[in-house]
């Protein structure tokens, strides 16, 4: 039963979270599909504006348009009709900053804010990466290059802060060289999980996207906050959750066992499950 704190938390990040995903909704719209032939090299357009094809710049270092007040109005700078926000994609983003909160506790959050913020960002970039692979099968580079930008300090602080407040030897530095190798769990998690998927990309391009090699190392360094075992849990819910998805459509006759499923949502939901719900998650998909 959460507390005071603990209830006012989850319902201001709730809150929160409805603004923010309302904002990142107003992404997925302009991104189109590509889908080149095989013989086809050319890279994927631009973002653009759904209304008139303008194109949309992004900022290098955070995934969010370069246009000053897009996130809250959603207004094209060129012929100034509004791009839309998705109701819900902000009630997904609402239910995650909450279910963030749940999980950090008022405590939590006070002891390391810097995991919470972690956890927040991976949920407001994860939410339109997997509407966008759902819609046109991609994950842009203008959405997850910055994300790891922001995401690396963020988890590599979290765990460098987590280990420093741990009980040692009195008078230790804070930053001694136990507490910054703390980092390597998450580091280590993002180069893994990179490593992993560029070689099942390597030996089955036609089974795996780029998009989500590109990403695997984005959902590797948050799950490897939570060591081994939660990257190999959240690595395994992402495959089990594709391999059921596959079967029932398969069954429904709405697929065929060519028919390709985008991945990137199931990586993103595996790790945010792994990460929010904790040791019930990681014992049910290691006993499977």
Do not use: Q
């Not at 791009?83 to 009630?91: H, L, N, Q």
């Not at 594709?242 to 390709?260: K, N, Y």
């Amino acid at each position: 039963m959460p507390g005071i704190a603990d209830a006012a938390l989850i319902l201001a990040l709730g809150a929160a979270g409805a603004a923010v995903g309302a904002g990142t909704s107003r992404l997925v719209p302009v991104f189109v599909r590509h889908d080149p032939a095989s013989v086809d090299d050319s890279p994927p357009p631009p973002p653009a504006c759904p209304h008139c094809g303008a194109a949309v710049a992004f900022l290098a270092w955070l995934p969010a348009v370069r246009v000053r007040g897009f996130a809250r109005s959603g207004r094209c700078p060129s012929c100034a009709r509004t791009v839309p926000a998705s109701v819900a994609a902000a009630a997904a983003t609402a239910l995650l900053f909450a279910a963030c909160g749940a999980a950090s506790g008022a405590p939590g959050a006070a002891d390391n804010p810097l995991w919470l913020a972690a956890l927040l960002f991976f949920a407001a970039v994860g939410v339109p990466l997997a509407v966008i692979d759902i819609r046109v099968h991609r994950l842009p580079d203008a959405v997850v290059g910055p994300s790891y930008l922001v995401a690396v300090p963020l988890v590599a602080g979290a765990a460098v802060l987590e280990r420093a407040a741990a009980p040692g030897v009195p008078g230790a530095p804070a930053l001694a060289g136990a507490g910054l190798l703390a980092a390597a769990g998450p580091l280590g998690g993002m180069a893994g999980l990179a490593a992993l998927y560029w070689l099942l990309w390597l030996v089955y391009p036609a089974g795996m996207g780029w998009g989500d090699v590109k990403i695997a190392g984005l959902v590797g360094l948050h799950l490897g906050w939570g060591g081994a075992a939660t990257v190999v849990a959240g690595t395994l819910a992402a495959f089990v959750a594709a391999s059921v998805l596959g079967l029932v459509l398969i069954a429904l006759r709405r697929a065929t066992r060519r028919t390709r499923i985008p991945f990137g949502p199931f990586m993103l939901g595996g790790a945010l499950a792994a990460l929010l719900a904790g040791d019930p998650v990681i014992a049910a998909v290691l006993a499977a």
